[in-house]
């Protein structure tokens, strides 16, 4: 029986023979240029590679802009659903699912440190900033009137002893001085009096319904900081906390390729010491502000911030479905010129640039999972844990979050893998049914035209007679 890598060799295989045979030698190299092959089973990554093979850089931008367009919505209520049904295997765990009068309106509330909510330091993020303006949402005058609970959290977190009120479901309130048992910078959570005759679950499934998840600026923006550090670098985040979102990414990528499994194992939460020094590398390049391309020496690679913010400005004053499309194509080329602006060599330029679009696909799980691991998602956890395991019952950091959640994460990643799978499944078999055909075609021909010369030559055709007439055919 055959290994995967021998038979994505053989796919690859195929179609480079069938390209060969419908429009001349095949311009990509098998080694270099499909990394899928030795990746075990990222499915994501080897379709990835084959548009890649069959089609290149235009095919691949238009799945992107499928995936941040048309799918977003499908996704978001997708993990929306799963966060639900999580939360609820957790309630069931308690004796009695109604609300504790301690967290409902006449309560004490329920405190929360912010540092156990902002994993990965969006909090720290003005949303004014240059940066912050590439990380929140809704960014309003009033940020404590904005639609986006990272925006909201992040202004009440400004205005210390005022309590705000969250879509009718939460007040919160910030406190930067901790009184007694109670911490320095806590929030003070207590539900509305809507709640106080209702179920945990009802309170979970309506503040999941309150949020926005995902917009298209946001994922994007998240993805190319990601691969270049273009927003981290700007906003100044150390060495150590790249680090630990470079383990994020390593363990979101062991998940990934290993999503059929039933049950995550403990080895998906440790790493070699190959893998510790490439979350390094990978910190220190994002401190950098640079991605390597690997040509015949490594060239260091680029995304400029103003990249991101003229893609921002341009998505946020798109009105209708095709302006939107054309922003993103445009800051997505935009991005892709500026990832090539240190290639010497043109002729390494076309394949840098399709190698770029291909590592926003790749990575587009990892800046959604980023949106998942923020305040958002993380605050209802921290509540319905609190609520159900104890009042000092937390999580560590992100690493801790998606271990004692391994079936949520799992399950979630599989959903986004699914969707864009299912667009990148359908592009591709679209141009294998157009190739296909073309090399039966070809055959045909190749076949009549043999058949043709021959009866042509028992006739007395002169051979230079024969050969026009077949060139023709």
């Known amino acids: 029986m055959s290994s995967p890598v021998d038979k994505k060799k053989k796919v690859f295989g195929k179609i480079a023979a069938a390209k060969t045979l419908t429009e001349g030698l095949p311009q ?28 290149g850089y235009e095919a691949l931008v238009s799945s992107v802009i499928d995936i941040l367009t048309n ?6 209520k997708e993990v929306k659903n799963a966060l639900k049904v999580e939360l609820k295997t957790i309630v069931s765990c308690g004796v009695d699912p109604q609300l504790p009068s301690w967290i409902q309106s006449t309560g004490a509330g329920i405190n929360i440190e912010v540092s156990k909510i902002d994993f990965l330091d969006i909090l720290r993020i003005d949303p004014n900033s240059i940066g912050g303006r590439l990380l929140y949402s809704d960014i309003t005058p009033d940020l404590t009137e904005s ?21 009718g479901i939460f007040t919160i309130t910030f406190n930067s001085q901790g009184v007694g048992t109670i911490p320095n910078n806590t929030l003070t959570i207590n539900s509305t009096i809507t709640y106080d005759n209702k179920t945990l679950t ?17 994922i994007l923006n998240q993805v190319m900081d990601i691969i270049y550090g273009s927003i981290s670098s700007t906003i100044g ?17 062991k998940m990934v390729n290993n999503f059929n ?27 950098l502000g640079i991605a390597t391309v690997n ?3 490594q060239i260091p690679s680029t995304v400029p911030i103003t990249s991101l913010t003229d893609f921002t400005d341009n998505l946020l004053t798109s009105t209708t479905s095709t302006e939107k499309k054309e922003a993103i194509s445009n800051g997505l080329n935009n991005m892709a010129t500026n990832s090539v602006s240190n290639i010497r060599n043109s002729v390494d330029i076309p394949s840098v640039k399709l190698n770029f679009i291909q590592q926003i696909i790749n990575n587009i799980i990892k800046g959604i999972i980023s949106t998942v691991l923020s305040p958002k998602v993380i605050f209802s956890f921290i509540i319905n844990y609190k609520i159900i395991y104890g009042e000092t019952a937390t999580f560590t950091d992100a690493v801790d979050f998606i271990k004692k959640n391994k079936n949520l994460m799992n399950n979630i990643m599989k959903r986004i893998s699914e969707e864009i799978i299912r667009i990148l499944l359908a592009v591709a078999l679209k141009e294998i049914e157009r190739l296909v055909a073309q090399a039966v075609i070809k055959k045909q021909k190749e076949k009549a035209t043999l058949k043709l010369a021959q009866l042509q030559t028992l006739i007395g055709v002169p051979i230079d007679t024969i050969k026009r007439i077949t060139d023709n055919l």
């Open 147 to 167: 639609t986006d609970f990272n925006t909201f959290l992040y202004g009440v977190i400004q205005d210390d002893g005022v309590t705000y009120n969250w879509n």
């Open 261 to 287: 499994d039933n049950a995550i194992p403990d080895s998906a939460f440790s790493f070699t010491n190959d893998e510790t020094y490439k979350q390094q590398l990978d910190a220190t390049n994002r401190n």
């Open 295 to 297: 040509l015949s020496t």
């Open 28 to 55: 990509l190299k098998l080694s270099s240029s499909f990394e899928s092959i030795n990746n075990g089973g990222n499915s994501i990554s080897f379709l990835s590679d084959l548009i890649k093979s069959l089609i």
């Open 202 to 218: 009802d309170l979970n499934n309506d503040f999941i319904n309150s949020l926005t998840l995902f917009k298209t600026d946001n």
């Open 71 to 76: 799918s977003l919505t499908k996704i978001e």
């Open 237 to 253: 985040k150390s060495i150590k906390q790249l680090e630990n979102e470079a383990k994020i990414n390593g363990i979101v990528d």
